[in-house]
């Protein structure tokens, strides 16, 4: 089972992190329904963190905030109950001001989570949606307890292999600093099997979403598709990019859209003492 990644008090929604109030899971406005789905989403995807006691807009909780430590196990209790193939783990935390909020983890589940009324739900970004029609069949094939880079079962031979990317991928390998001489000296072939991409003869999710060529990367149904629009200061829309043709593996897609977005690249000059510093012109 796997645990979710760190997390800072104070890093933003996400993926793997959000934001409950206090009020979610005390007194009448309670909704311990809510939190068993946003438990499932992350228990369904790679785990994740709640923050319990902090409101979405805020770094940390109330100062005089305190919260009866029997609220953990009440915590425990109810998503036990509401839920199928979660595990729950609370934990009571003193904020640096002094207050007190609950840091509920949620590890990846091994088989496919669900709520105890048969409904499923995944984390997409920074919001729970619900897993309906054929994704949930999709969702309970890709839970078996493997990790889902690790797995074979799309059945692409490593012959597959996009051979352009494959070179440059390993070139990159052998001009890093942070790559040992060891694992530099290995031949392409054995980088794949080095780093998880092929397992025998055929290649992993991971090889086909990183070097796998656009036909068989779109049949993992979670490789990235990214549409970019931009509205001017009146809410209209000005310009949009898409990637939707499965070409590019993830690493070229960061790329791709850093190249050809021309808005991440504008910037203001700012008086630095006797430098000037160049500030990106948009919220990071």
Not at 51 to 80: C, F, M, W
Not at 89 to 116: C, F, H, K, Q
Not at 174 to 180: C, E, L, N
Not at 221 to 242: C, F, M, N
Request: charge should be negative; charged fraction near 25%; include cysteine.
């Amino acid at each position: 089972m796997n645990a979710p990644p760190p997390y800072t008090a104070d890093a933003p929604e996400g993926h793997h992190l959000d934001r409950k109030s206090l009020r979610k899971v005390t007194g009448t406005t309670a909704d311990f329904a809510e939190l068993a789905q946003d438990c499932v989403c992350f228990a369904n995807g790679a785990g994740g963190v709640l923050l319990i006691g902090i409101e979405d807009s805020e770094t940390h909780p109330p100062a005089n905030q305190h919260i009866d430590p029997s609220l953990l196990d009440r915590i425990r209790k109810r998503v036990g109950e509401l839920t199928v193939n979660v595990q729950a783990l609370p934990e009571l935390r003193r904020d640096e001001n002094g207050g007190e909020y609950v840091v509920l983890t949620v590890p990846r589940s091994v088989g496919v989570a669900s709520t105890s009324d048969g409904r499923y739900f995944l984390r997409v970004g920074d919001t729970c949606r619900p897993v309906v029609g054929d994704d949930v069949l999709r969702l309970a094939n890709e839970r078996p307890a493997m990790p889902w880079e690790g797995m074979t079962t799309l059945g692409i031979p490593r012959a597959n292999v996009d051979v352009a990317k494959l070179a440059k991928w390993a070139a990159g390998l052998r001009g890093s600093d942070r790559v040992k001489d060891s694992v530099k000296e290995k031949s392409d072939d054995e980088l794949l099997e080095h780093y998880g991409l092929a397992s025998g003869a055929m290649l992993t999710n991971l090889g086909v979403l990183l070097l796998g060529a656009a036909f068989d990367r779109a049949k993992l149904g979670s490789a990235p598709l990214v549409q970019a629009i931009k509205y001017d200061e009146r809410g209209s829309k000005v310009a949009k990019w898409t990637w939707d043709d499965y070409t590019l593996s993830p690493i070229e897609l960061v790329d791709a859209i850093w190249e050809e977005l021309p808005d991440f690249r504008e910037s203001y000059e700012l008086p630095d003492g006797m430098f000037r510093t160049k500030v990106p012109a948009f919220d990071a």
